[in-house]
């Protein structure tokens, strides 16, 4: 059975469109000044395995060819045998998905709930508080002069016409110094997480803890709180295994300490070992176990699951004695808890049938690390006070340890989730008919970095450089892992880059990084240091480390320069790919919506990277994703590239089938109201607060969604990559179409030009006699194309409806019509384009059809770039977004595509 996911909608075929007597082309309209076009870029076949052969000398292979990392001292602290590994996966998906671990409702499933990733759009704005100094209001420009986003604010509903975060005339722009700033934007799209509140105690069997409301001067709206939002967007946890550090900024380190993310950074966190029936504070390091250190920081967080002053034995005090999932359903079909559910009993209830958390910790974990009768109490300094048994008001050491339990329990859940099911996957296991000529010249042009050994090599020739290969390396597409930092670890040695007439160039002077994380212009650098951080005193930076004499630092590169300069101030994790469709938006900030807008970001090397040149990654220098043009100046390396990154989604993933499946969940949706006031509140402790809008996150089995009646997955705002329709229009005369209902916000060409940015003079449809100028109002609608003439060159993209519409229809008159594309590849055959019309039911075998086309003429129709007579031996190609002249005899119809594809697997 075919793992190909079908992202098409199910074509309907063309109707109408057949023959007509005669052509005239002099007789076509003349459009006004037309200008003549581009030949049409073709691609010749490729050869499967000699694809494959390239992409492995890249470095790229299947995920399953890769071993989870594994902890060499894991079994110092989890019982021996099969049953305890097994029970501590079912413990920490208990753990991750359970609401019961935040102050008032959040659990870690809250903000990785949707492949791993949040794709929730209301009330997920924060504004840049990690700027230096920090800027705590919404909706700001960092560049002088420039228009800020002044719709921006708490609770705010962001919307396709909001992206990106940085607008420019010209996203294609690869120089600086002539880059004209639309709109600028330093706030980040992240996800929603607690109110803020004093953490006042637990309340014994129920969910949420006791806390004292605080006026929040950030979050709030018309003075009323909302749920605060963190500054940097939620990466996926999938495949966050192979991590080497995590969170974007690597602060989550490898060495697990028990107790906080910071590892070998904490010289003064310890956990509790009961030996002999002597209690003493212990130092760990727990190798391979940046998901134990990453876990266990969210749950503390005052942005994201926790009321200030909350600590992890109050946690454990919580949830040692509260029933798993209390307050969840869970499918009874649960790959990992479903023989633990309650929703089988009659009447089905939530949770599992263990009664506290308590019993599951002591099957997974040795009794020493739990089994004192010595309570813990806390000094005014924060330290552990060891003190005997009975002594009131403290905590047991089951509870102090929390954080070890947790942690631990959690990184086995998510060491399960690994993608390595892909079409891709399947491709570099040797199947030759998994991936498209499309999806293979996009995974040439992502290997592409221009090295001897390509430049040799005729496959690559005509293949533009994509160079994504030089950061996202290996089977899991980054260089922040395991795998994708080969033999060089955790610091590397680099060119550092200078500017040229306001373009990025690779210079000579060797500057050390880390490894996996870097500064690519998405922000100004002082905005956010990322990996040039500190915690606790001492850099993330492992560069820094190494430089300063740590002990636990990795070693500098042998042939490293004296006194190197450290390349690292506003780095960040290179994110893997995998899935990647899903997970938007992008970047540590989400200021990307497609996958589209973000390979323009790279095309034109950053939108900060003259600023930030100190720090910026040198590698930017050798992108060039423009290489292959239609005649309408169409990109088609980036349609391939994104085609190829489609090819890197799980289905599983997809449609939450095991081990992604889940229980069931409710997360806060903005609240009632939007950024301009709150309708409904609630006062506590003098402080209003908004109303709650939940979203349920139904539970599902090991089947998956399917099973459950509900949809796949859907990208990011609901808009697919190959729904997105980007145009490259050139200066003067251009056709335009779209082969989808426009989503509601910008489907007026005011709209649209507007949203890019348009400098033209005129723009023009054909009402079946002559032309017709269009204004502000004009909706441009599925199968219909306009002239625009253009003053400069731009790069547009229409982006569809979130719902689904039916298949667009246009009526053709006889004689020429100017009919937009009707399908959602980037180019098409026009034989292809058209094959159901010659084959229209109306046909009557081995006649003459009694009306139809019987020649299609590029747009550029004084220019004549190509013309098509049915049957002709010269088969052009029809691109997406163009229009084109179709001459009919007598009146007929012509049928597109559903603006929603339905996604089937098969």
């Keep these: 059975m075919s793992k190909r996911i079908t992202t098409l909608a199910v074509s309907i075929m063309m109707l ?6 005669s052509v005239n082309v002099n007789a076509l309209p003349t459009k006004p000044d037309a200008v003549a076009g581009r030949t049409e870029a073709v691609v010749g076949a490729l050869d499967p395995a000699a694809v494959r052969a390239a992409a492995a000398a890249a470095g790229l292979g299947s995920l399953r060819e890769v071993t989870v990392p594994q902890i060499n001292n894991i079994g110092d602290f989890i019982n021996a045998g099969p049953g305890a590994r097994s029970m501590a ?63 921006f604010g708490p609770n705010y509903t962001l919307t396709a016409n909001d992206f990106t975060f940085h607008q420019v005339t010209d996203p294609m722009r690869e120089d600086y110094n002539h880059r004209v700033i639309i709109k600028d934007t330093n706030d980040a799209v992240s996800s929603q997480g607690v109110f ?55 602060r989550a380190k490898n060495q697990f300490n028990g107790i906080n993310p910071f590892g070998p950074l904490d010289s003064n966190a310890t956990i509790l070992v009961n030996s002999i029936g002597t209690l003493s504070q212990v130092q760990v390091s727990i190798p391979n176990s940046s998901l134990a250190s990453q876990a266990v920081g969210p749950p503390l967080s005052d942005l994201e699951m926790s009321y200030v002053g909350r600590t992890f034995p109050d946690i454990g005090k919580k949830m040692l004695a509260a029933r798993p999932l209390n307050f969840q359903r869970v499918h009874v079909n649960d790959s990992v808890l479903g023989p633990f559910s309650r929703a089988s ?59 070890l339990f947790f942690g631990l329990a959690v990184q086995a859940y998510e060491s399960t989730l690994v993608s390595d099911r892909t079409r891709f996957d399947l491709f570099m296991e040797g199947d030759n008919q998994v991936l498209t000529q499309d999806e293979m010249a996009g995974l040439l042009a992502f290997v592409n970095a221009g090295t001897p050994a390509q430049l040799a090599n005729p496959l690559f020739t005509d293949v533009t450089k994509g160079a994504c290969i030089n950061c996202h390396r290996s089977a899991t597409f980054s260089d922040a892992t395991f795998t994708g930092q080969g033999v060089e ?27 996996g ?36 630092a990795p070693r500098i590169p042998a042939n490293a320069p004296q006194n190197p300069r450290v390349q690292v101030d506003g ?215 306009i002239f625009v003439k253009m003053n400069t060159s731009a790069t547009m993209e229409l982006v569809p409806t979130e719902s689904v519409s039916s298949p667009p229809t246009k009526a053709l008159t006889p004689g020429w019509n100017l009919v937009g594309s009707a399908f959602l590849d980037a180019e098409m055959p026009v034989k292809d384009a058209l094959v159901s019309a010659y084959f229209a039911p109306q046909v009557v075998p081995n006649a003459v059809p009694p009306w139809g086309y019987t020649q299609i003429v590029s747009p550029s129709t004084n220019a004549l770039e190509w013309t098509y007579i049915r049957d002709g031996l010269n088969i052009p190609s029809m691109v997406l977004g163009e229009g084109y002249w179709v001459n009919m005899v007598n009146a007929g119809q012509i049928s597109g595509f559903t603006s929603t594809p339905v996604l089937v697997l098969r």
């Design 16 to 21: 109408a469109l057949l023959i007509v007597a």
């Design 89 to 151: 996966i079912v413990l920490g998906k208990a753990l991750f998905w359970d609401t019961q671990v935040g102050s008032d409702g959040m659990s870690c499933a809250s903000c990785h709930f949707h492949a791993g990733a949040d794709n929730r759009t209301k009330n997920q704005l924060g504004p840049g508080i990690l700027a230096n100094p920090p800027d705590n209001s919404f909706g700001n420009s960092s560049v002088a002069g420039v228009t800020g986003f002044t719709q």
């Design 196 to 250: 803020k509140a004093n953490f006042t105690g637990i309340v014994p069997g129920q969910a949420n803890d006791a806390g004292a409301a605080v006026a929040d001067p950030i979050y709030n709206v018309g003075g009323v709180n909302v749920r605060r939002v963190e500054p940097r967007n939620t990466p996926t946890v999938i495949n966050a295994v192979f991590n080497v550090d995590n969170f974007w900024d690597g």
């Design 345 to 403: 009993q009659n009447p089905p209830l939530n949770g599992l049938t263990f009664i506290t958390y308590t019993e599951m910790v002591q099957t997974v974990f040795q009794s020493k690390y739990w089994d004192s009768a010595n309570i813990i109490t806390f000094d005014v300094n924060g330290n552990r006070v060891i003190n005997p048994p009975g002594t009131p008001n403290g905590y047991t050491q089951m509870e102090a340890n929390f954080s």
């Design 489 to 515: 670890g955790q610091i590397e040695l680099e060119p550092a880059p200078f500017l040229i007439d306001g373009a990025i160039r690779v210079g000579t002077e060797l500057v050390l990084l880390d490894n």
């Design 517 to 552: 994380y870097y500064n690519i212009g998405v922000r100004p650098t002082s905005e956010d240091l990322g990996r040039g951080g500190t915690a606790l005193g001492k850099p993330l930076s492992a560069s820094r480390q190494a430089l300063a004499g740590y002990p636990f």
């Design 571 to 785: 780095a960040f994790k290179v994110p893997t790919l995998r899935n990647v469709e899903m997970t938007g938006p992008y970047f540590h900030n989400g200021c990307q919506q497609t996958l589209r807008q973000l390979l323009l970001f790279y095309h034109r090397h950053g939108d900060f990277g003259e600023s930030n040149i100190a720090n910026i990654d040198s590698p930017l220098a050798l992108i060039k994703l423009d290489a292959r043009v239609t005649a309408s100046g169409r990109d088609l390396d980036t349609d391939q590239l994104v085609k190829f990154m489609l090819t890197l989604t799980d289905d599983r993933v997809r449609y939450e089938m095991a081990p992604f499946d889940h229980p069931q969940l409710f997360v806060p949706n903005g609240h009632q109201g939007d950024s301009n006031s709150i309708t409904q509140f609630t006062q506590v402790n003098g402080v209003n607060v908004a109303n709650d809008d939940m979203l349920e996150i139904p539970a599902v089995g090991r089947e998956g969604r399917q099973a459950e009646g509900l949809d796949a997955l859907s990208p990011f705002m609901g808009t697919g990559a190959l729904q997105a329709t980007t145009i490259s229009l050139r200066g003067g005369w251009n056709t335009l179409s779209t082969p989808v209902k426009l989503h509601s916000s910008m489907d007026t060409w005011g709209e649209i030009t507007a949203r890019a940015g348009l400098s033209y003079q005129v723009a023009y449809r054909w009402d079946g006699t002559a032309f017709q100028a269009i204004d502000q109002n004009y909706v441009l609608t599925p199968l219909d194309a």
